[in-house]
Structures are given as C-alpha cells and as structure tokens.
C-alpha cells in the first residue's frame, strides 16, 4: 500500500477530492436545473393556454442555466489546476 507522505502531496490530495466533489454537485445542480427547463418547455407544448405564461418560465431557467455555467467552469478551472498541481507533487515525491 502507498503511504503519503506528511506535507504538500496530502494537503493536495485532499484539496483536488474537494475540488472535484464541488465540480460534481455543480454538475448535479447543473442537471436538476435542465431537467426543469425540459419540464417547462414539455408542458408548455402541451398547453397552449398556459403558453404565454410558461414561456417566462422557460426564460427564467435559460437564464439561470446561462448564470450557472460561470459556476461550473469555475469548479472545473480550480479542479483542473488541483490535478496539475498533484500530479506535479506526486511525481516529485515518488520518483520512479
């Protein structure tokens, strides 16, 4: 079994997990939210009498999923640097 080394490598470890756990629930919030637009766009397909007033909340969830992408490509930015950084550590604390 690997043992990590007290210091840097496992402080950037447990960094980069927690990055990427904050990606996944973006991610996952990301996906409730498309879900809801789908369920909108359906039901205002479906009623045309409802049209009018369903098609503010179709907006409303664009817009909110257009916000919500600046939030995702943060999570991944910072979980894409942790990767670099740990696999730079990594490979400096156990060479081959």
């Known amino acids: 079994m690997l043992q990590i ?3 840097s ?5 447990v960094s980069t997990c927690t990055s990427f756990a904050t990606l996944m629930d973006c991610l996952t919030h990301n996906n409730k939210r498309l879900v ?17 007033e369903l098609d503010g909340e179709v907006e409303r969830c664009l817009r909110s999923l257009r916000e919500y992408a600046q939030v995702i490509r943060a999570a991944h930015v910072e979980a894409s ?3 670099a950084t740990l696999s730079s550590q990594v490979r ?4 081959t």
């Open 92 to 95: 400096n604390a156990f060479p």
């Open 9 to 13: 490598v496992r402080r950037q470890v």
């Open 36 to 52: 809801e637009l789908e369920q909108y766009e359906e039901r205002a397909r479906l009623a045309e009498v409802a049209k009018i």
């Open 81 to 83: 640097s942790g990767i």
């Open 5 to 7: 080394p007290e210091g």
